[in-house]
T-cell receptor, first 110, second 114 residues
């Protein structure tokens, strides 16, 4: 059972515009949420996270929003840059369980 | 600073063969993890070691064994490989257990079981 879903396998945006990546989860017991970024032939790298007690967390160009009632989180990247082109995974955790989505491939066009 | 290293980078096995995937970290982290990633799916946790001397099952432990050799090293063993174990395997480490602790990933081992 996929408890974390990223319904968009790919997303293409123009450089300088906003990228919005979405993630839905089914388990209401998850209390911590993360986004990872992955380049080809490399391991994932941590990007940003949010606790279930918050609804927004910001780090530079990256903002994560959490809507607990909808069991939905999103990652906003503003402004998008070509170097942001990668696969983005969302993850949800109720320790020690950590579940990942299948990923969204973001392409930022110059 | 090497971070998390994994060997080998790529391996081909025949069904029934055994092998050990090696992982080492030089960040003095207490916790280490093994994940697998299959096409169209997210990473799935196989085993983890919250601290030296402990190991626990994750979401998909069947067919695997692990050894936390010391604080630096955490190996994953396939005793009798099956085609369903064809995957990319990632090792990760964090300073302490828990999702709020950033996990640092290695570059992965691509395994093909024929």
């Amino acid at each position: 059972d996929q408890q974390v879903k990223q319904n968009s396998p790919s997303l293409s945006v123009q450089e300088g515009r906003i990228s919005i990546l979405n993630c839905d989860y089914t388990n209401s017991m998850f209390d911590y949420f993360l986004w990872y970024k992955k380049y080809p032939a490399e391991g994932p790298t941590f990007l940003i996270s949010i606790s279930s007690i918050k609804d927004k967390n910001e780090d530079g160009r990256f903002t994560v929003f959490l809507n607990k009632s909808a069991k939905h989180l999103s990652l906003h990247i503003v402004p998008s840059q070509p170097g942001d082109s990668a696969v983005y995974f969302c993850a949800a955790s109720e320790y020690p369980d950590m579940r990942f989505g299948a990923g969204t491939r973001l392409t930022v066009k110059p | 600073n090497a971070g998390v290293t994994q060997t080998p980078k790529f391996q081909v096995l025949k069904t029934g063969q055994s092998m050990t995937l090696q992982c080492a970290q030089d960040m003095n982290h207490n916790s280490m993890y093994w994940y697998r990633q299959d096409p169209g799916m997210g990473l799935r946790l196989i085993y983890y070691s919250a601290s030296e001397g402990t190991t626990d099952k994750g979401e998909v432990p069947n067919g695997y064994n692990v050894s936390r050799l010391n604080k630096r090293e955490f190996s994953l063993r396939l005793e009798s490989a099956a085609p369903s174990q064809t995957s990319v395997y990632f090792c990760a480490s964090s300073i302490y257990p828990g999702p709020q602790e950033t996990q640092y990933f290695g570059p992965g081992t691509r395994l093909l079981v024929l």
